[in-house]
């Protein structure tokens, strides 16, 4: 059976780094999609950042507008391990961070959450100020 398994959060100070992983068992990410979603206490999950895979070489990536030029998706050689660069954090970006997957057209963008099939278990992420 297919499994995501989040790791990498933590505690970070504003202005930090952080790099989140998501590493996926019975599959590699060629020619699926991934996406980072999050949920902060008493607020909706909401998307963060994708890659869809047409292949190992064609992809596409998109990024929530809170997040551009701070944070980078990408991945392993082997294409069985996801990463979330996360850098200049607030604490607005204090959320548990979700990795999922989806198949069906990497020409559908990454941010709709109920096409997504497979859900890790989440790693929390706290920014301090």
């Known amino acids: 059976q297919v499994q995501l398994a989040e790791s990498g959060g933590g505690l970070v100070q504003a202005g930090g780094s952080l790099r989140l992983s998501c590493a996926a068992s019975?599959?590699?990410?060629?020619?699926?999609?991934v996406g980072w979603f999050r949920q902060a206490p008493g607020k909706e999950r909401e998307f963060v950042a994708g890659?869809?895979?047409?292949?190992?070489?064609?992809?596409?990536?998109d990024y929530a507008d809170s997040v551009k030029g701070r944070f980078t998706v990408f991945i392993d050689s082997t294409m069985e391990t996801v990463y979330l660069d996360m850098t200049n954090l607030n604490p607005g970006d204090t959320a548990v961070y979700y990795c999922?997957?989806?198949?069906?057209?990497?020409?559908?963008?990454?941010?709709?959450?109920?096409?997504?099939?497979?859900w890790g278990q989440g790693t929390q992420v706290t920014v301090s100020s």
């Open positions: 999922a997957l989806r198949y069906g057209s990497p020409l559908t963008p990454a941010t709709t959450e109920n096409l997504y099939k497979h």
């Open positions: 019975g599959l590699t990410f060629s020619r699926t999609s």
């Open positions: 890659r869809r895979w047409n292949g190992a070489n064609t992809y596409y990536s």
